[in-house]
């Protein structure tokens, strides 16, 4: 498996420079008909990347008209979405938030991809924050790699969340992964998306989403949870660990 999956795309594309903040993946540009795009590589199954695909392009059908771009993905030659790990799509050109009215534009396109994914299924093979208050592992999750007393602190964080409706999570909303386009907000890299429950989006700079105080705190605890969780263990996970209140 490697970059020569390109071909699929056809004979005109040009594989460019790699790309920043991909951490489980290889990212790179790409030029596929004169056009500009992007390309990950990485080791996700078929069945993973069936679900991402299909939940982009049902993303793109029903909220572009309404301000929301996703990275839509570009078919081969025979009109698959991906092939051997590597996915290609469209690329979204624009600036990352930076004001409050920024953000406040970016808590509106969250929710409204909330509101577009209820009732979507589970990724295959992930585990919400919730079903972790019994279960130990899903995809990159593996609390029992965690110390005991840090995994207490991750449940009971996502302990306040049960029992909320739940819908598809971007899960990584990191200015990085935020575009200002002509066309909208832009979300790309869903490489973390999953079915979840909608207040892990929702802890934003300055509280764009308007959730108050306390509601703000349960979701920026639970955020701060789910990161140490899926990333342990690196400097980032362990400093997130450390936002988590202990029991």
Do not use: K
């Amino acid at each position: 498996m490697g970059w020569e999956a390109l071909a699929d795309w056809g004979d005109d594309v040009e594989l460019l420079d790699p790309l920043t903040g991909g951490a489980a993946n290889q990212v790179r540009s790409v030029r596929v008909g004169g056009r500009p795009a992007v390309a990950r590589l990485g080791t996700r199954s078929d069945a993973d990347l069936a679900w991402e695909t299909a939940l982009v392009q049902h993303l793109d059908r029903q909220l572009r008209p309404l301000g929301v771009v996703v990275p839509v993905p570009l078919p081969t030659s025979d009109g698959r979405l991906f092939t051997r790990g590597l996915v290609v799509m469209a690329r979204v050109d624009g600036e990352p938030p930076q004001t409050e009215a920024d953000w406040r534009r970016v808590a509106a396109a969250v929710r409204q991809v909330h509101g577009a994914t209820s009732g979507w299924p589970q990724r295959p093979g992930w585990r919400a924050s919730t079903d972790l208050l019994h279960e130990e592992r899903g995809t990159r999750v593996d609390l029992t790699a965690m110390p005991p007393e840090g995994v207490a602190r991750c449940r009971a964080a996502w302990a306040r969340l049960a029992g909320r409706p739940s819908c598809v999570v971007h899960g990584d909303l990191n200015p990085g992964n935020v575009r200002l386009t002509a066309g909208g907000v832009g979300l790309i890299d869903w490489d973390e998306s999953r079915v979840d429950i909608p207040e892990l989006d929702l802890a934003l700079p300055h509280d764009a989403a308007d959730l108050g105080p306390a509601a703000y705190d349960v979701a920026a605890q639970a955020s701060a949870a789910w990161e140490a969780a899926v990333c342990w263990d690196d400097d980032h996970s362990r400093r997130r660990l450390a936002e988590v209140r202990p029991v």
